[in-house]
């Protein structure tokens, strides 16, 4: 693993350079990655920024969101080819290649610099540089980090600050979560200082929202919101015919799994929802339950201890039983968690 001072100097004359980040991406991948790229294009490099997939509409303000390739949206060979010529492969906001899909494999065979910036757990060992640290609370602190340390302060502009802090954030929970730290405060309050308009950003993030999207969230709650008392387990299960009721786009199912850990007596949610190419479960939890763990070893997932991921390819009904039938074996557990929740022994 070379140094990132090393990377410092091969930035210093213009790069082909790729910025990608995981599949559906969320606020802090593409706000990390335009962050990024656009403080990379200020330095002079031709950089182009591949998404595995498209990503809610609700971040289309971000500066550069336009020129963003989405490899699924018929740019397979125009992927390819920046690809196959860069000189550096940045890699964001994910720990392992296969959370890019195809993308994975093309990144692995380049012959690219591969440089990665990410704060989840257990990454794979694929790049030449890394910064990643489970201590950052999003993928866009380690950005900002980045660019303090080559001392280029001053080329984050108002756009930048922005992006980087729509990712902050986001990943923070609007800073309630417990990866909220000081030193997020503080690079929170830099990027304030450096012209980001964060009651803008908190706009366009949590005030946007279609009619469709509120009629949805109204029906998963009065409909299709199960609790597990004893458990202190809450769970949405949603299936495609539920989405397609409601003209469901990309983001609209955001943010939900947090109804459900919102529940006083609940410290462990899931959103199973029901999509083309598998089932997907997106997993929250309250104090010490780590839910990366729970989806690292049941359902080929991982993430965050409090916020994690995992996919299933059975169908809906039997990955909800499969899922009521595991949460049983952590009941000791997850009771003894809230105990420790409600006295706030995390």
């Known amino acids: 693993m070379q ?22 991406p969320d606020a802090d991948a593409l ?39 989405n490899y699924e949206a018929r740019k397979k060979k125009k992927s390819q080819k920046l690809i196959q010529e860069a000189d550096i492969i940045f890699c964001l906001d994910f720990n392992c290649l296969n959370r890019i899909n195809e993308l994975g494999e093309l990144v692995r065979v380049a012959p690219a610099l591969k440089v990665l910036i990410d704060h989840h757990l257990d990454p794979e060992q694929f790049a030449d540089f890394e910064l990643w640290s489970t201590n950052a609370a999003a993928t866009a602190e380690l950005v900002y980090e980045l ?38 405060h503080l690079v929170t309050a830099d990027l304030i ?32 919101l199960k609790v597990l008392k004893n458990l202190r387990t809450a769970y949405f299960w949603i299936s495609a015919d539920d989405l397609k009721k409601f003209n ?12 459900a850990l919102s529940l006083k007596d609940v410290v462990f949610s899931a959103v199973i929802i029901e999509r083309p190419e598998a089932v997907r479960l997106s997993l929250r939890s309250k104090g010490g339950f ?6 690292r070893d049941h359902f080929s997932g991982g993430g965050h201890p409090n916020a994690a991921g995992g996919v299933s390819d059975k169908g809906l009904e039997e990955t909800v039983a499969d899922f009521e039938r595991i949460v049983k074996q952590y009941e000791k557990q997850l009771n003894r968690n809230f105990k420790k929740t409600n006295k706030h022994e995390y």
Request: charged share 25%; glycine share 8%; aromatic share 10%.
């Open 193 to 224: 200082e450096l012209g980001a308009d964060i009651a803008k950003v908190g706009r366009y993030i949590y005030d946007n929202n279609s009619l469709d999207r509120l009629k949805f969230t109204g029906y998963a709650l009065s409909q299709k």
């Open 3 to 24: 140094k990132l001072e090393s990377l410092r100097e091969y930035l210093e004359t213009p790069k082909k350079i790729v910025i990608t980040t995981h599949f559906k």
């Open 147 to 184: 660019i303090i340390r080559f001392n280029d302060r001053q080329y984050i502009d108002q756009s930048i600050a922005e992006c980087l802090y729509a990712g902050i954030m986001t990943d923070t929970g609007q800073f309630k979560h417990p990866n909220t730290t000081k030193n997020i």
């Open 31 to 69: 706000g990390s990655s335009l962050g990024l790229g656009n403080y990379l294009k200020k330095k002079g490099h031709q950089v182009n920024l591949i998404s595995p997939s498209d990503y809610p509409e609700f971040l289309n303000w971000m500066e550069g969101e336009s020129e963003v390739i």
């Open 248 to 259: 469901s786009k990309t983001g609209d199912t955001e943010g939900l799994v947090n109804y």
């Open 290 to 295: 780590s839910v990366n763990d729970f989806a």
